[in-house]
């Protein structure tokens, strides 16, 4: 049985395995740095380490922005890595157990860069994309 935490982005169902999330926290402040990616907000101090935060909306082309009170970050952890990543998105849902789920057929996401997605999943009927975070950390 496989876990992920689920999450919104743009009212898109994504979620991340659970091994990759350290912690989701309010958006801290965020310090710009110039000349960044689009998609990378800026660095977050958090627990004393500086973090590059990542917003999900942005990388995914989809719509501008905003900040609700829903909002929250994801600090992750992609591929195992020891660098943890923050990824702003519009809300986070539930935990997602998943027992040998399988792609669904057919074009997955015709609006996303098929390169960003490791995958979908079909959840009580609805659609669930798997984004590949560290494909997104590259240049876009």
Do not use: C
């Amino acid at each position: 049985m496989i876990r992920y935490l689920a999450f919104t982005v743009a009212d898109v169902a994504l979620a991340i395995p659970v091994d990759q999330v350290a912690e989701i926290v309010p958006v801290p402040p965020i310090t710009r740095i110039p000349r960044p990616a689009r998609h990378i907000e800026g660095l977050a101090t958090l627990r004393g380490r500086a973090i590059p935060i990542m917003d999900l909306r942005k990388r995914l082309g989809l719509v501008n922005p905003e900040t609700g009170s829903l909002t929250r970050m994801i600090v992750a952890l992609p591929g195992g890595r020891d660098e943890p990543l923050g990824l702003i998105v519009d809300s986070v849902g539930e935990i997602l157990s998943v027992a040998g789920a399988k792609s669904p057929s057919g074009d997955p996401a015709p609006w996303f860069d098929e390169g960003l997605l490791s995958g979908a999943l079909e959840v009580q009927g609805r659609r669930v994309f798997l984004p590949d975070l560290k494909r997104m950390m590259g240049a876009p």
